[in-house]
T-cell receptor, first 115, second 112 residues
Framework: NAGVTQTPKFQVLKTGQSMTLQCAQDMNHEYMSWYRQDPGMGLRLIHY???????DQGEVPNGYNVSRSTTEDFPLRLLSAAPSQTSVYFC??????????????FGPGTRLTVL | GENVEQHPSTLSVQEGDSAVIKCTYS??????FPWYKQELGKRPQLIID???NVGEKKDQRIAVTLNKTAKHFSLHITETQPEDSAVYFC???????????WGAGTKLIIKP
């Protein structure tokens, strides 16, 4: 299993540009999330999905869109990049079972710089 | 909603000594409490977790304790080694949609 994969690893954008961060998992996990991590800070939830076709907003959703057309893929779109979106972005996935928890696995991260 | 506070933000201990990181949570319905370790430039990885029906769990040099009455849980690392240097995050479940709410992290420094 490749686990959770993310592309690209690094990206530099100019203000106003749009782009999509890719995330895929091969563990058949129902639950997927996107986080951003700013220097010296914790993890802040952007968007999450509890299954194909279902997405919801997290703590900091503004400026980002997501979709979940398949169980495997959960892309994150930056609509019009701003310097405040400079951060490291982590995708994560977890299997689900009623009233229980399973380990959340993180991808390797995408380091995004917006100039 | 759930809120998780983590202390201290930085902890420096001598190699071989013990380290303790504490988290408090606000939602009494929370029932799952994982701890993640993040090395510099790497992804967070689960090191230990505990569920609300258990008071303590150990895995070699690391242990987690949970006090449901006081709504706090702690990570204990004994006989610290240089490879324990990292940022440690605690988290708690919301209980409603199984979201994890994260603490702000503790930077653990092991002094030789």
């Amino acid at each position: 299993n490749a686990g959770v994969t993310q592309t690209p690893k690094f990206q530099v954008l100019k203000t106003g540009q749009s782009m999509t961060l890719q995330c895929a998992q091969d563990m058949n996990h129902e639950y997927m999330s996107w986080y951003r991590q700013d220097p010296g800070m914790g993890l802040r939830l952007i968007h999450y999905s509890v299954g194909a076709g279902i997405t919801d907003q997290g703590e900091v959703p503004n400026g980002y869109n997501v979709s979940r057309s398949t169980t495997e893929d959960f892309p994150l779109r930056l609509l019009s990049a701003a310097p405040s979106q400079t951060s490291v972005y982590f995708c994560a996935s977890r299997g689900s079972s009623a009233n229980s928890y399973n380990e959340q696995f993180f991808g390797p991260g995408t380091r995004l710089t917006v100039l | 909603g759930e809120n998780v506070e983590q202390h201290p933000s930085t902890l420096s201990v001598q190699e071989g000594d013990s380290a303790v990181i504490k988290c408090t949570y606000s939602d009494s319905a929370s029932n799952y409490f994982p701890w993640y370790k993040q090395e510099l430039g790497k992804r967070p990885q689960l090191i230990i977790d505990i569920r609300s029906n258990v008071g303590e769990k150990k895995d070699q040099r690391i242990a987690v304790t949970l006090n449901k009455t006081a709504k706090h849980f702690s990570l204990h690392i004994t006989e610290t080694q240089p490879e324990d240097s990292a940022v440690y995050f605690c988290a708690a479940s919301t209980g409603s949609n199984y979201q994890l709410i994260w603490g702000a992290g503790t930077k653990l420094i092991i002094k030789p």
